[in-house]
């Protein structure tokens, strides 16, 4: 039951069958679900999504009036594809071991043979065609067997039909095709716009003229089967179980041979649950502490930014995304107190002083701002935001809230670097992140490269950096974590001292990303070059300790895949006092990391493709040695120094 929606198609109040994971209450686009017929109940509706599944592969197979089809499997979709297959005007020879799935398949109108029981499926299907070969076979089985696939082409005739819906065994022999010709095809799941993220995040539909028959319109399709009575799905009900009672059905879907259609019953009366408590906590926190909240569950809070966490000593209170199992998952792995699928939650909780943003990146520049308004401390992961409207938005934000630390030393400096770089419109994605990293850098520099190298061997925590937070309402960071590589720390060192500007060539080899996702998107994702090159235009002005002054780019050629991201920059740096240029080239390649020299000064030669951790060589002009078996790119160091500052620093 629709409780609210988005457009004028469908509106609250209506029922409608869609793809969202076993929950009460689901959020889906518009493209994944369809309206339900009026004399269809919800039992009978609950069957659309896996009768599209065998209705795909029926299209694939282009059943013509009075042709013979195998179907080789009766489980529940092979059990939907008789009957669809023999609405479509069809014969059908049904193939499978389980004697009551025989008998069901012979009550929809197929005949039915038993390998199990001694009967020859080839000779079975010759005698059935009269020599000839079937027109097609519906594989609907699951085994790891090569056998059925061999099988299938054996009871083909001459350029016979043969479509994969279950999952077999694929080393196919040349000679069962390439004798009669026949074709071979895998179904993908039910049907066009299945894992395009236009059609079913985006809501871009395929036009019909075109596109006859996408996911949705066979799930249309499928109902208005069950409407008119030629899709019958009662007889395929075997077992019905509470929701509280989900692992026993579970269960007897894996262990018993006589389950077929198990259904799940919902409570008709449910409250929508925003929360899982995992572990209770105190209203206040234990002094000294940092109160996290994350936002966002996706790859890079499961694989890096929650485990890194877990190391600080943080109090972590929630995890929050809409997926609310797979932030029930993460809170449970790593002892998070609550899982909640809405982020006001964490950004409405006092206690919280700390919010850790790490969802898509087109929402990265609105969380921050909310947060920020919130009164916490916010990390957000790269890029910090997707245009330059966006930037000044976090900017008036920060001004709002009287963030600059007005008392640090040399920090007036930075600050009178910011309001230029407001003016300056698109400097602000460089000098944003310069403004409050390097405030602290330059802390540690006149503190002596014994303390950066203190650091960079995992001692103490940061010298002088409570006293440089103390003045703060709230700190704003951005993932930027190349900066805290250990690779990266020592190149610093190699530099102290340095008397003329750098020349520095980079090239990153990021890997291959298909066209087709999200971060292609130029609403969703905003391309790679401000998705990922952020991180190493960062990283030059770490290591220059100036600011961009001057951009250039070219991009290769309209004909490459996604030629938006693959481009050499040239970037111009300025030292405030010197005022001398440094450059750069920046390259987005496909293909495999390769190790590029880092010369400077002659002082010293460095070899390192990542400055992330990776194993490095090093020879008699420097050596990274020291920081083999980091591989976190300096993601443990720049949350240790978020952790330490959101525990000093005060609030609004």
Request: glycine share 10%; aromatic share 6%.
């Amino acid at each position: 039951m629709v409780r609210w929606a988005g457009n004028s198609v469908v509106k609250a109040g209506d029922r409608v069958v869609s793809n969202g994971p076993h929950a009460e209450f689901v959020s889906v686009p518009y493209n994944l679900c369809a309206r339900v017929p009026d004399n269809v109940s919800d039992e009978q509706a609950a069957f659309t999504v896996l009768a599209s599944i065998g209705l795909q592969g029926i299209r694939l197979l282009e059943p013509t009036l009075g042709e013979r089809f195998i179907v080789y499997g009766l489980g529940l979709i092979g059990q939907l594809c008789v009957q669809m297959l023999r609405a479509n005007g069809c014969e059908v020879l049904g193939i499978d071991i389980n004697p009551d799935r025989l008998a069901l398949a012979e009550r929809f109108g197929a005949r039915v043979i038993n390998p199990g029981a001694g009967a020859d499926p080839v000779k079975a299907a010759m005698a059935w065609t009269g020599g000839r070969g079937v027109d097609g076979v519906l594989i609907t089985a699951s085994a790891k067997t090569d056998e059925i696939v061999h099988c299938s082409a054996q009871m083909c005739r001459k350029r016979g039909r043969i479509v994969l819906v279950g999952v077999v065994g694929l080393n196919l022999r040349r000679s069962d095709f390439y004798e009669k010709e026949l074709r071979f095809q895998v179904s993908c799941s039910y049907g066009p716009g299945r894992y395009d993220e236009k059609y079913e995040q985006g809501g871009h539909d395929y036009p019909l003229a075109y596109v006859r028959w996408t996911e949705q319109r066979n799930f249309e399709a499928v109902l208005d089967m069950l409407a008119t009575g030629r899709l019958n799905v009662d007889p395929l009900i075997t077992h019905r179980y509470p929701l509280e009672k989900a692992v026993e059905a579970y269960d007897i879907v894996a262990k018993d041979p006589k389950a077929l259609g198990v259904i799940l019953q919902y409570p008709v009366e449910a409250r929508p649950e925003r929360r899982v408590i995992v572990r209770e906590q105190p209203a206040v926190a234990p002094a000294g502490r940092a109160v996290v909240g994350v936002i966002g569950a996706g790859n890079f809070s499961k694989m890096t930014l929650v485990p890194a966490l877990a190391r600080t000593g943080a109090d972590l209170r929630y995890v929050c995304d809409l997926n609310g199992a797979a932030a029930a998952h993460l809170a449970r792995k790593y002892g998070v107190a609550r899982a909640v699928t809405d982020y006001k939650e964490v950004l409405d909780d006092p206690a919280v002083n700390a919010v850790f943003i790490a969802v898509g990146h087109n929402l990265h520049a609105r969380f921050a701002c909310e947060a920020l308004e919130a009164g916490k401390h916010v990390y957000v992961e790269k890029p910090m935001a997707l245009c330059v409207e966006e930037i000044q938005r976090i900017v008036e934000v920060i001004e709002t809230i009287d963030h600059r630390p007005e008392t640090i030393d040399q920090g007036q400096k930075t600050i009178d670097c910011g309001e230029e770089t407001m003016d300056h419109g698109p400097k602000t994605i460089d000098h944003g992140q310069k403004t409050i990293d390097h405030r602290q850098e330059t802390m540690e520099e006149r503190g002596g490269a014994g303390d950066r190298r203190q650091e960079a061997r995992g001692g103490s925590q940061v010298s002088g950096l409570q006293s440089q937070v103390s003045g703060l309402r709230s700190l704003f960071m951005v993932g930027f974590n190349r900066r805290f590589s250990p690779h990266t720390v020592r190149i610093l060192e190699l530099l102290e001292g340095r008397s003329e500007p750098l020349a520095m060539t980079m090239t990153v080899n990021a890997g291959f990303v298909p066209p087709d996702h999200w971060v292609h998107d130029p609403v969703r994702g905003g391309g790679r070059i401000i998705g990922e090159a952020c991180h190493f235009i960062d990283l030059m002005v770490c290591l220059t300790c100036s600011l961009v002054k001057t951009v250039a780019a070219v991009m290769m050629d309209r004909g490459t895949p996604t030629p938006d991201d693959k481009m050499s920059i040239l970037l111009g740096f300025e030292d405030g006092s010197v005022r001398s240029a440094r450059s750069i080239i920046l390259q987005m390649e496909q293909g495999p990391t390769r190790r590029k020299p880092w010369r400077f000064s002659r002082k010293a030669e460095l070899y390192d493709s990542r400055i992330s951790g990776g194993r490095s060589g090093s020879d008699s002009k420097g050596s990274v040695d020291s920081a083999r078996g980091d591989r976190t790119k300096g993601t443990q160091r720049v949350l240790r120094r978020l952790y330490v500052g959101s525990r000093t620093a005060g609030r609004r």
